[in-house]
């Protein structure tokens, strides 16, 4: 892990367009999703009943849970049906090929 937290997880190319993958990174799963072009990283397991939210429905900048359809925003992590849980969000970078997220 670099000195700023970030920590490699794949390479740009390996993640598909419209979906996520899950990596371990400081001891948690996180869910990293490509949409739009943009990447994103959230807690992979869903607060509801730790569905995982990598298997999820992704779209407009969101997930979907495959198990009970709770949908999360990816970039803010927000619970987008009203309740006020949420998923924890982490930086992405991407530094050439390599696809980086913090966890601190």
Known sequence: ???????????VG???????????????????????GKYYAIDD???HQGAPLSDGIVFDKSVT????????SLE????????RCR?????VRVEGDEIQVQVR
């Open 45 to 47: 397991a869903c607060p």
């Open 14 to 36: 390996e993640i598909p367009e419209g979906q996520g993958r899950v990596y371990e990174v400081g001891g948690r799963l996180i869910a990293v999703f490509l949409d739009e």
């Open 65 to 72: 849970c495959t198990w009970h359809g709770w949908r999360f």
């Open 1 to 11: 892990m670099a000195s700023d937290g970030y920590q490699t997880v794949a390479k």
């Open 76 to 83: 803010t992590g927000k619970h987008l049906e009203g309740s």
């Open 87 to 91: 998923v924890a969000t982490y930086p």
